[in-house]
Protein backbone atom coordinates (compact mmCIF):
# COMPACT_ATOMS: atom_id res chain seq x y z
CA UNK A 1 0.00 0.00 0.00
CA UNK A 2 1.25 3.36 -0.84
CA UNK A 3 1.65 5.83 1.57
CA UNK A 4 2.34 9.45 1.55
CA UNK A 5 5.41 9.46 3.64
CA UNK A 6 7.50 7.40 5.41
CA UNK A 7 6.79 6.87 9.24
CA UNK A 8 9.40 8.66 11.11
CA UNK A 9 11.28 7.71 14.21
CA UNK A 10 11.50 10.10 17.28
CA UNK A 11 13.77 12.42 17.65
CA UNK A 12 13.80 12.57 21.49
CA UNK A 13 17.06 12.31 23.08
CA UNK A 14 15.65 10.18 26.15
CA UNK A 15 14.37 7.66 23.22
CA UNK A 16 18.23 6.44 22.51
CA UNK A 17 17.60 4.66 25.83
CA UNK A 18 14.24 3.89 26.62
CA UNK A 19 11.60 3.78 24.01
CA UNK A 20 8.89 3.99 26.59
CA UNK A 21 10.60 6.82 28.65
CA UNK A 22 9.27 10.26 27.79
CA UNK A 23 10.80 13.92 27.88
CA UNK A 24 9.56 16.35 30.65
CA UNK A 25 7.43 18.72 29.70
CA UNK A 26 6.50 22.18 31.32
CA UNK A 27 2.88 23.55 30.55
CA UNK A 28 3.71 27.30 29.65
CA UNK A 29 0.31 27.70 29.35
CA UNK A 30 -3.67 26.61 29.33
CA UNK A 31 -6.23 27.88 26.75
CA UNK A 32 -10.22 26.77 27.50
CA UNK A 33 -10.90 25.89 24.23
CA UNK A 34 -14.60 24.87 24.30
CA UNK A 35 -16.77 22.83 27.30
CA UNK A 36 -14.31 19.85 28.66
CA UNK A 37 -11.38 20.71 25.77
CA UNK A 38 -7.71 22.67 26.41
CA UNK A 39 -4.94 23.32 25.03
CA UNK A 40 -1.28 22.91 26.42
CA UNK A 41 1.37 24.86 25.39
CA UNK A 42 4.60 22.30 26.26
CA UNK A 43 8.37 23.85 26.65
CA UNK A 44 10.92 20.99 27.04
CA UNK A 45 12.30 20.55 31.18
CA UNK A 46 15.70 19.73 29.43
CA UNK A 47 17.88 21.68 27.05
CA UNK A 48 19.08 18.36 25.40
CA UNK A 49 15.63 17.37 24.87
CA UNK A 50 14.73 20.52 23.14
CA UNK A 51 17.61 20.67 20.87
CA UNK A 52 16.89 17.30 19.72
CA UNK A 53 13.28 17.15 19.20
CA UNK A 54 11.64 18.08 15.30
CA UNK A 55 8.40 17.03 14.15
CA UNK A 56 6.43 17.39 10.93
CA UNK A 57 2.73 18.29 10.75
CA UNK A 58 0.80 15.19 11.22
CA UNK A 59 2.65 13.52 13.42
CA UNK A 60 1.60 13.05 17.14
CA UNK A 61 2.64 11.92 20.52
CA UNK A 62 1.67 10.39 23.58
CA UNK A 63 1.19 12.59 26.66
CA UNK A 64 1.58 11.42 30.29
CA UNK A 65 0.32 12.16 33.64
CA UNK A 66 2.64 10.21 36.17
CA UNK A 67 0.35 8.11 37.99
CA UNK A 68 -2.54 7.96 35.36
CA UNK A 69 -1.18 6.77 32.92
CA UNK A 70 -0.82 8.34 28.87
CA UNK A 71 -2.87 8.94 26.06
CA UNK A 72 -2.33 10.04 22.48
CA UNK A 73 -2.94 13.13 20.63
CA UNK A 74 -1.68 14.73 17.42
CA UNK A 75 0.94 17.78 17.95
CA UNK A 76 -1.54 20.67 17.07
CA UNK A 77 0.82 23.34 16.76
CA UNK A 78 3.00 24.04 13.42
CA UNK A 79 6.06 22.23 12.09
CA UNK A 80 6.80 26.08 11.32
CA UNK A 81 6.81 27.10 15.36
CA UNK A 82 9.08 24.45 16.62
CA UNK A 83 10.32 26.44 19.95
CA UNK A 84 7.24 24.09 21.73
CA UNK A 85 4.44 22.13 20.63
CA UNK A 86 0.92 22.40 21.25
CA UNK A 87 -1.93 19.62 22.40
CA UNK A 88 -5.49 19.63 22.13
CA UNK A 89 -8.02 17.32 24.05
CA UNK A 90 -11.48 16.70 25.49
CA UNK A 91 -11.86 15.23 29.26
CA UNK A 92 -13.24 11.93 28.57
CA UNK A 93 -10.92 9.35 30.51
CA UNK A 94 -9.23 8.70 32.93
CA UNK A 95 -5.46 10.68 31.62
CA UNK A 96 -7.24 13.27 30.03
CA UNK A 97 -9.43 14.26 33.48
CA UNK A 98 -5.99 13.86 35.44
CA UNK A 99 -4.58 16.31 32.36
CA UNK A 100 -7.57 19.00 33.06
CA UNK A 101 -6.41 19.06 36.44
CA UNK A 102 -3.07 20.63 35.71
CA UNK A 103 -1.89 24.03 36.14
CA UNK A 104 0.83 26.16 34.45
CA UNK A 105 3.94 25.33 35.50
CA UNK A 106 3.15 21.43 36.51
CA UNK A 107 5.40 19.13 34.66
CA UNK A 108 3.79 16.03 32.18
CA UNK A 109 5.85 13.58 30.13
CA UNK A 110 5.71 13.36 26.43
CA UNK A 111 6.98 10.46 24.22
CA UNK A 112 7.32 11.20 20.67
CA UNK A 113 6.98 12.41 17.48
CA UNK A 114 5.41 9.34 16.24
CA UNK A 115 4.15 8.50 12.74
CA UNK A 116 4.18 9.87 9.18
CA UNK A 117 2.82 13.09 8.41
CA UNK A 118 1.30 15.69 5.59
CA UNK A 119 3.72 16.01 2.70
CA UNK A 120 3.00 19.50 2.44
CA UNK A 121 6.70 20.11 0.36
CA UNK A 122 4.67 18.16 -2.27
CA UNK A 123 1.90 20.45 -2.38
CA UNK A 124 3.66 23.57 -3.31
CA UNK A 125 1.82 25.40 -5.83
CA UNK A 126 -1.31 23.99 -5.68
CA UNK A 127 -4.86 25.18 -4.31
CA UNK A 128 -5.54 23.60 -0.59
CA UNK A 129 -9.14 22.41 1.01
CA UNK A 130 -9.09 21.97 4.99
CA UNK A 131 -12.55 20.28 6.00
CA UNK A 132 -12.76 18.76 9.81
CA UNK A 133 -15.57 18.56 12.18
CA UNK A 134 -15.31 19.28 15.73
CA UNK A 135 -12.42 17.62 17.92
CA UNK A 136 -10.87 16.94 14.82
CA UNK A 137 -9.64 20.38 13.98
CA UNK A 138 -6.31 20.05 15.79
CA UNK A 139 -4.28 18.04 13.44
CA UNK A 140 -5.45 20.25 10.48
CA UNK A 141 -4.99 22.61 12.59
CA UNK A 142 -1.13 21.94 12.67
CA UNK A 143 -0.92 21.72 8.99
CA UNK A 144 -2.66 24.88 8.48
CA UNK A 145 -0.50 26.78 10.31
CA UNK A 146 2.23 24.89 8.68
CA UNK A 147 1.03 25.99 5.20
CA UNK A 148 0.04 29.53 6.37
CA UNK A 149 3.87 30.20 7.72
CA UNK A 150 4.87 29.90 4.02
CA UNK A 151 1.97 30.72 2.39
CA UNK A 152 3.87 31.83 -0.72
CA UNK A 153 4.01 28.61 -1.49
CA UNK A 154 0.64 27.46 -2.13
CA UNK A 155 -2.59 28.71 -4.35
CA UNK A 156 -6.23 29.31 -2.48
CA UNK A 157 -6.68 28.27 0.78
CA UNK A 158 -10.05 26.90 1.90
CA UNK A 159 -11.06 26.33 5.54
CA UNK A 160 -14.52 24.79 6.34
CA UNK A 161 -15.30 23.88 9.94
CA UNK A 162 -17.66 22.87 11.78
CA UNK A 163 -18.95 21.43 14.91
CA UNK A 164 -22.58 20.34 16.75
CA UNK A 165 -22.62 23.42 18.47
CA UNK A 166 -21.37 27.02 18.60
CA UNK A 167 -19.96 26.69 22.04
CA UNK A 168 -18.57 23.33 21.08
CA UNK A 169 -16.14 25.43 17.89
CA UNK A 170 -12.72 24.88 19.08
CA UNK A 171 -9.69 27.68 18.51
CA UNK A 172 -12.56 30.67 18.43
CA UNK A 173 -9.54 33.11 18.40
CA UNK A 174 -7.56 31.50 15.31
CA UNK A 175 -11.09 31.07 13.40
CA UNK A 176 -11.82 34.92 13.76
CA UNK A 177 -8.14 35.38 12.68
CA UNK A 178 -8.55 32.98 9.74
CA UNK A 179 -11.68 34.53 8.95
CA UNK A 180 -9.91 38.19 8.37
CA UNK A 181 -7.16 37.62 6.34
CA UNK A 182 -7.48 38.37 2.88
CA UNK A 183 -5.85 35.24 1.63
CA UNK A 184 -8.29 32.60 2.89
CA UNK A 185 -11.72 31.51 2.72
CA UNK A 186 -13.33 30.25 6.20
CA UNK A 187 -16.91 29.12 6.15
CA UNK A 188 -17.54 28.15 9.17
CA UNK A 189 -20.81 25.89 10.19
CA UNK A 190 -23.06 24.14 12.86
CA UNK A 191 -25.36 21.42 13.35
CA UNK A 192 -29.57 22.65 12.90
CA UNK A 193 -30.29 23.71 15.95
CA UNK A 194 -26.40 24.41 17.39
CA UNK A 195 -26.51 27.97 16.36
CA UNK A 196 -26.68 31.05 18.75
CA UNK A 197 -29.39 34.41 18.15
CA UNK A 198 -26.06 35.91 16.96
CA UNK A 199 -24.40 33.59 14.80
CA UNK A 200 -23.06 34.58 11.73
CA UNK A 201 -21.88 31.48 10.16
CA UNK A 202 -23.29 28.49 7.78
CA UNK A 203 -25.99 25.96 9.61
CA UNK A 204 -25.62 22.47 7.91
CA UNK A 205 -23.72 19.45 8.39
CA UNK A 206 -20.08 19.74 7.13
CA UNK A 207 -20.61 17.46 4.09
CA UNK A 208 -23.44 19.31 2.90
CA UNK A 209 -21.99 22.48 3.35
CA UNK A 210 -18.90 21.49 1.21
CA UNK A 211 -20.96 19.97 -1.44
CA UNK A 212 -23.15 23.42 -1.56
CA UNK A 213 -19.84 26.08 -1.16
CA UNK A 214 -18.81 25.55 -4.79
CA UNK A 215 -15.09 24.75 -3.89
CA UNK A 216 -12.35 24.13 -6.27
CA UNK A 217 -11.13 20.76 -7.35
CA UNK A 218 -8.81 20.74 -10.34
CA UNK A 219 -4.99 21.34 -8.74
CA UNK A 220 -6.28 21.33 -5.37
CA UNK A 221 -5.19 18.87 -2.33
CA UNK A 222 -7.88 18.25 0.69
CA UNK A 223 -7.13 17.56 4.36
CA UNK A 224 -9.86 16.23 6.17
CA UNK A 225 -10.58 15.05 10.23
CA UNK A 226 -13.08 14.87 11.85
CA UNK A 227 -15.91 12.07 13.26
CA UNK A 228 -15.55 8.57 11.80
CA UNK A 229 -19.55 9.61 10.18
CA UNK A 230 -18.43 12.79 9.13
CA UNK A 231 -15.30 11.53 7.43
CA UNK A 232 -17.45 8.94 5.69
CA UNK A 233 -19.49 11.18 4.13
CA UNK A 234 -17.04 13.76 3.42
CA UNK A 235 -15.33 11.14 1.32
CA UNK A 236 -18.65 10.51 -0.81
CA UNK A 237 -19.16 13.90 -1.27
CA UNK A 238 -15.42 14.89 -2.07
CA UNK A 239 -15.21 11.76 -4.53
CA UNK A 240 -18.46 12.99 -6.05
CA UNK A 241 -17.32 16.56 -6.79
CA UNK A 242 -14.79 14.93 -8.71
CA UNK A 243 -11.84 15.27 -6.11
CA UNK A 244 -9.04 12.10 -6.95
CA UNK A 245 -8.64 9.99 -4.17
CA UNK A 246 -5.29 10.57 -4.27
CA UNK A 247 -5.61 13.86 -3.68
CA UNK A 248 -7.39 13.94 -0.25
CA UNK A 249 -6.00 13.13 2.77
CA UNK A 250 -6.80 12.13 6.48
CA UNK A 251 -5.41 11.41 9.47
CA UNK A 252 -6.37 8.00 11.61
CA UNK A 253 -5.93 8.83 15.27
CA UNK A 254 -8.43 6.09 16.65
CA UNK A 255 -7.80 2.98 18.57
CA UNK A 256 -4.09 3.99 19.10
CA UNK A 257 -1.97 3.05 22.39
CA UNK A 258 1.49 2.62 22.33
CA UNK A 259 2.54 4.67 19.65
CA UNK A 260 5.76 1.89 18.28
CA UNK A 261 3.32 -1.04 16.88
CA UNK A 262 4.15 -2.98 19.96
CA UNK A 263 0.76 -3.75 21.10
CA UNK A 264 -1.45 -4.54 18.60
CA UNK A 265 -4.59 -2.33 19.39
CA UNK A 266 -4.43 -0.04 16.43
CA UNK A 267 -3.28 -2.50 13.59
CA UNK A 268 -6.17 -2.69 10.39
CA UNK A 269 -5.61 -6.44 8.82
CA UNK A 270 -1.91 -5.60 8.38
CA UNK A 271 -1.79 -1.84 8.60
CA UNK A 272 -0.80 -0.24 12.24
CA UNK A 273 -2.23 3.20 12.50
CA UNK A 274 1.14 4.28 14.45
CA UNK A 275 3.83 3.15 12.43
CA UNK A 276 1.96 3.34 8.71
CA UNK A 277 0.21 6.29 9.41
CA UNK A 278 -1.79 8.15 10.73
CA UNK A 279 -1.87 10.61 7.63
CA UNK A 280 -3.13 8.76 4.35
CA UNK A 281 -4.76 9.10 1.49
CA UNK A 282 -8.00 8.08 0.86
CA UNK A 283 -6.95 5.92 -2.20
CA UNK A 284 -5.20 4.38 0.59
CA UNK A 285 -7.97 4.25 2.75
CA UNK A 286 -10.09 2.67 -0.01
CA UNK A 287 -7.84 -0.11 0.27
CA UNK A 288 -7.54 -1.37 4.10
CA UNK A 289 -10.24 -3.77 6.02
CA UNK A 290 -13.53 -2.05 6.22
CA UNK A 291 -13.13 -2.63 10.28
CA UNK A 292 -11.74 0.66 10.87
Not at 102 to 113: K, L, M, S
Not at 159 to 174: C, N
Request: glycine fraction near 10%; charge should be negative; charged fraction near 25%.
Amino acid sequence: MAEPQSAIPSASASAAENIYKPALMRIAAITDEAPLVRTFRLEFVEAADAEGFSFQAGQFGEYSVFGAGESTFCIASPATRPDAIECTFREAGRVTRALAKCEVGETIGFRGPYGNHFPVDEWEGKKLLFIAGGIGLPPVRSVIWTCLDQRERFGEVFIVYGARTVADLVYKRELAEWDARSDVTLIQTVDPGGETPDWKGRIGFVPTVVEESELPTADTVAVLCGPPIMIKFTLATLKQMGFPLEAVYTTLENRMKCGLGKCGRCNVGPFYVCKDGPVLTAAALAELPMDY
